[in-house]
């Protein structure tokens, strides 16, 4: 099974920081990666998808990058709003369907 | 609008049986593959089943083949999850979500969640 690691496990920044997560597969995964953004209680909000296409609606201050292994989640100027946790996803691989990383909580410093 | 509305969830005891349902609404139902993703308490997302938009492809993950079963009736716009055997591990939210269909499979409409309890 591919594995995906997320660094740091959790990060804390100001608002207007740039913010910087990464996400390695455990083997090439091309391009099929996914972020999500979860709030306290909240269902997952689709950001990223195919590692660099902003979905619609997700302001443009997110942005993503990477293929094969090593993937970066950007946030350009964080917003209060921002403060989460965000999952990378990978499809590449079947069997599992679907596999996440550990997540990334994001606080407020 | 698109919504995804789960219903079923609450407490089992160890072994026990529980199905649980997610009405969409919003978009045609039957055009897209869904799935079953979990949460544990204080924990990570953890996808657990796929079923196609005909439900001629399923996929499990290995935590609950065996154990659960996905279905949907596109004609009651509808999608099920039966979970038997369950064990303390199962307790989690169960989330339903849309797959887009895109080559990455993201999921890009979920529903508010289920929670289901696993405890003697």
């Known amino acids: 099974d591919i594995q995906m690691t997320q660094s740091p496990s959790s990060l804390s920044a100001s608002v207007g920081d740039r913010v910087t997560i990464t996400c390695r597969a455990s083997q090439s995964i091309s391009s099929y990666l996914n972020w999500y953004q979860q709030k306290p209680g909240k269902a997952p909000k689709l950001l990223i998808y195919?590692?660099?296409s902003l979905q619609s609606g997700v302001p443009s201050r997110f942005s993503g990058s990477g293929s094969g292994t090593d993937f970066t989640l950007t946030i350009s100027s964080l917003q209060p709003e921002d403060f989460a946790t965000y999952y990378c996803q990978q499809s590449y691989s079947t069997p599992p369907r679907v596999t996440f990383g550990q997540g990334t909580r994001l606080e407020i410093k | 609008e698109v919504q995804l509305v789960e219903s079923g969830g609450g407490l089992v005891q160890p072994g026990g049986s529980l199905r649980l349902s997610c009405a969409a609404s919003?978009?045609?139902?039957?055009?897209?593959?869904m799935n079953w993703v979990r949460q544990a308490p204080g924990k990570g997302l953890e996808w657990v089943s796929y079923i196609s938009s005909s439900s001629s492809t399923i996929y499990y993950a290995d935590s609950v083949k065996g154990r659960f079963t996905i279905s949907r009736d596109n004609a009651k716009n509808s999608l099920y999850l039966q979970m038997n055997s369950l064990r303390d591990e199962d307790t989690a939210v169960y989330y339903c979500a849309r797959d887009t269909g895109y080559d990455t499979d993201p999921f890009d409409y979920w529903g508010q969640g289920t929670l289901v309890t696993v405890s003697s």
């Open positions: 195919a590692a660099s």
């Open positions: 919003g978009f045609t139902f039957s055009s897209y593959s």
